[in-house]
């Protein structure tokens, strides 16, 4: 009995790569279930279309910033290994077997399943040469009318050189012969502003269509059936299409600059020019081409993407443009809470008599505009200081703004540049609002503003009273309809003056390390979490009980991961919703028993970021900008808020989360392999078709 008192168990090594998933191969993982909804014939049809698109847009992404940003560091000599043990080679090597296996699946996926089921559904898209003679003169007209005029061939010989092609441009690359015998070469870019899909008029010979039927050529197929329009009095001897993705991880050398703006226009355009990461070419290209635009476009044989069928599946969006709401997702208007929907409403009053919380898009983003604009016309509104990360085009936020100025209002805006690929849209507003007299602020030095934030001043009566509204989501009325997000109007003393200290430290200096009830990155925000978790611990240990909920967009913070398999093994039930990459592995016995993570695919992107802390039966809920993720907690401006009254924490913790977690539909189940269930084809709990259908039943509640 006296030996077996001695035995020392060992303590699990939580470095040992084994216990990490590769960040890039998680990524790609997340992509899988994005195919898996196009797959899913639960989806309406054209609905699934869409997430085939969607997939090739997050692959050409996945290209332009992380496959980028591994070649940058193979070119660099970086051998430092991540922590799932692979240096930037080796996971290269592994991202561009595992995306050459999506791509074969979305292809196959493609013409085996979706068109063959558009077609069924009478929309039709064909090969030019299939065509009836009067359809083929339809669309000819059309060419020269619509198409020829746009064109502008390129030519390659030895007084022009080779022409640019752009980032994820859609291009054709021909071959000629002359008069003389000789070969030549020419690029012709398909410009964005026509038509992908042509309409094709119905041939009066082939008898009546259905009167919903609709069928489509891609545009790069009438273009290479007019090629001798294009090079007269030559010999067209072949044609193929190809698309180029561009290194876009641009880096800001904000140390050495004196203007930020002037510094991101310029990167900006830089980024136009960057090296080519990937060639995707028709999978027909024959291979001296292929060679012969490698070589001029300068990457190697592992950069070339052959795929079977149309080059940039992205373009499968405009399918949606068809006028068939049978085979969309059923519209929906969101709920707009009592007190908020009009322009007679007392918005400010509301709050005053307590918080409201707003889940979108189920319930509607309006009144979020509609706080700006009462503001900008309330004469007692004295201020008003905001951060804009993605705004989108036509912005009422913007309007609002403006109109604040124009009624004498102070306004502050911290406009963050460095939002990635909205870049120039972001450089357009903020020198639209700085015209017009705002103050605008272009960030921190070497931090990105992530943060969701709006301050509002008031005057009332002898009194100044803040009014707040802190979100985990944009503030962009397009994307908030498809987007999940949460916000919180408050006008509670301690946020609204955490809240002006966190402006002052955006738009001045400031030394100030604790912003009072605010959760604030790089300033407090992993010390506050890893003392939350520690506390769980504690409780766990003590003989109570422990319990984490997680949801968030990504996991991939490594001290972070090793907290919670640190809580995991002393008996915190930990569970973690997190839509895209996770690196940790739940499951391992001995390390992650008491961990589960699921990770939730439908309608809408999910995008809340929520932190829930049982705290033994005295919960504390957070919500916020902030994922965790290195760049999050280290490098960027995050901003995380307590939901301090109790009927909110119980609303997002039982209604909200629980649902996520009962979710028996869109949610998938992470192995200890890094794999995900099969997404489930009928029946069972759907949590975002719950939310639709109870949409606004918490606010008619007599108990919350």
């Known amino acids: 009995m006296a030996a077996e008192a001695n035995v020392v168990i060992p303590v699990p090594d939580l470095d040992q790569p084994s216990l990490y998933v590769n960040r890039e191969l998680s990524h790609l993982e997340f992509q899988r279930r994005v195919l898996e909804e196009a797959r899913d014939p639960g989806n309406p049809l054209l609905e699934r279309a869409k997430f085939l698109s969607i997939l090739s847009s997050n692959i050409d992404e996945f290209f332009m910033v992380r496959v980028a940003g ?214 027909s290209m024959p291979d001296g081409m292929v060679h012969f635009l490698s070589e001029k476009l300068e990457v190697g044989p592992e950069s070339v993407y052959r795929v079977d069928g149309p080059v940039d599946l992205g373009r499968l969006k405009h399918l949606l443009h068809a006028d068939r709401p049978d085979l969309k997702d059923k519209p929906f208007l969101p709920y707009t809470p009592p007190g908020m929907g009009t322009n007679e409403d007392d918005l ?145 003393e301690e946020i609204g003056a955490a809240v002006t200290d966190l402006f002052n430290y955006l738009t001045g200096y400031s030394g100030k390390r604790q912003l009072s009830k605010l959760l604030v990155a790089p300033l407090n925000l992993r010390e506050r979490f890893e003392e939350l978790i520690l506390r769980e611990i504690e409780i766990q240990r003590a003989g109570g009980q422990g319990h984490l909920v997680f949801m968030m967009n990504a996991l991939e913070d490594g001290p972070m991961m090793k907290l919670l398999y640190r809580a995991s093994q002393a008996g915190v039930k930990i569970d973690l919703i997190v839509r895209g990459a996770c690196c940790l592995r739940p499951h391992v016995p001995g390390i992650s028993d008491n961990i589960r993570v699921i990770s939730v695919l439908g309608r809408f992107l999910e995008h809340s970021r929520i932190y829930y802390f049982h705290n033994d039966g005295a919960p504390q809920c957070f919500l916020g900008s902030a994922d965790l993720m290195p760049r999050n907690l280290n490098r960027r401006v995050e901003v995380i808020f307590p939901l301090e009254r109790p009927s909110f924490i119980r609303r997002v913790r039982d209604e909200i989360l629980q649902r996520y977690l009962d979710d028996e539909v869109g949610a998938r189940h992470m192995a200890a392999d890094g794999t995900y269930s099969p997404k489930a084809r009928r029946g069972g709990v759907d949590c975002q078709t719950l939310f639709l259908e109870h949409r606004g039943a918490w606010h008619n509640r007599q108990d919350r």
Request: net charge negative.
């Open 70 to 283: 591994l070649m940058q560091r193979i070119d660099a000599g970086v051998q430092e290994v991540g922590l799932d043990g692979r240096t930037p080679a080796e996971t290269l090597e592994a991202t561009n077997v595992s995306v050459r296996a999506l791509l074969r699946d979305a292809y196959g996926f493609l013409h085996h399943n979706l068109i063959p089921a558009l077609a069924a559904n009478h929309i039709r898209i064909l090969d030019l040469g299939a065509l009836h003679s009067e359809q083929r003169a339809h669309l000819d007209s059309f060419f020269f009318q619509r198409v020829f005029p746009v064109l502008t061939p390129l030519a390659f010989d030895p007084g022009r050189p080779f022409p640019h092609i752009s980032n994820l441009s859609l291009n054709i690359a021909v071959a000629l012969r002359d008069l003389s015998g000789q070969e030549r070469f020419a690029r012709i870019k398909i410009p964005d502003s026509l038509p992908q899909l042509v309409p094709v008029a119905p041939a009066s010979e082939a008898g009546p269509p259905p009167h919903h039927e609709l069928s489509y050529v891609w545009i790069e197929q009438l273009v290479m059936g007019n090629l001798q329009h294009l090079f007269p009095g030559l010999e067209i001897v072949k044609a193929h299409v190809f698309h180029v993705t561009r290194d876009a991880e641009v880096a800001i050398k904000e140390l050495e600059t004196d203007d930020l703006l002037e510094t991101i226009e310029e990167a900006v355009w830089q980024r136009r020019f960057r090296d080519v990461v990937r060639l995707q070419v028709e999978a």
């Open 348 to 492: 400010f009053g509301l709050i005053r008599q307590e918080d409201q919380l707003l889940h979108h898009p189920y319930e509607s983003f309006q009144p979020v505009i509609d706080f700006l604009r009462k503001a900008a016309k309330d004469p007692d509104v004295l201020a008003i200081k905001m951060t804009l990360y993605r705004l989108g085009p036509n912005s009422p936020v913007v309007q609002a703004l403006l109109e604040a100025v124009e009624n004498g209002k102070q306004v502050a805006v911290l406009v963050e540049l460095k939002a990635r690929f909205d870049e120039e849209s972001n450089i357009e507003w903020a020198k639209a609002l700085e015209r017009e007299g705002v103050h605008v602020v272009y960030g921190l030095l070497g931090l990105k503003v992530h943060s969701k934030v709006i301050l509002v001043v008031r005057r009332e009566g002898e009194t100044i009273r803040r009014y707040c509204h802190l979100a985990t989501g944009n503030y962009n009325p397009g994307t908030a309809k498809l987007y999940t997000d949460l916000g919180l109007f408050t006008c509670d």
